[in-house]
């Protein structure tokens, strides 16, 4: 069992930063490919930018350029640094935990980023 707790969410100005971090618990976090989801207002959960166990990443195209994704395993957390951020980035958003080989696919609970003046 790997437990998710995400951080760093919070209100920023339409253009600001912020850094989500999230930890899990566990010592095998590196067998895991890491990802962030957001579920906006209304919207359906969407894939943001996933970092697979090899350290291969992919963005969805409306973050490319804007978001980081990076993860650390000694500190078994993974980060998404998110820059010149836009009202509608808007969402809460989730940390994913999924190993296909074993069949694991565990969430965190969700940090709220609000994007506005």
């Known amino acids: 069992q790997v437990q998710l707790v995400e951080s760093g969410g919070g209100l920023v100005q339409p253009g600001g930063s912020l850094r989500l971090s999230c930890a899990a618990s566990?010592?095998?976090?590196?067998?895991?490919?890491m990802a962030w989801y957001r579920q906006g207002p209304g919207k359906q959960r969407e894939l943001v930018a996933r970092?697979?166990?090899?350290?291969?990443?992919d963005y969805a195209d409306s973050v490319k350029g804007r978001f980081t994704i990076s993860r650390d395993n000694a500190k078994n957390t993974v980060y998404l640094q998110m820059n010149s951020l836009k009202p509608e980035d808007t969402a809460v958003y989730y940390c994913n935990a999924r190993n296909s080989i074993l069949i694991h696919n565990y969430w965190g609970q969700g940090t709220q980023v609000t994007v506005s003046s």
């Open positions: 566990g010592s095998r976090f590196s067998i895991y490919a």
């Open positions: 970092i697979t166990t090899g350290n291969m990443i």
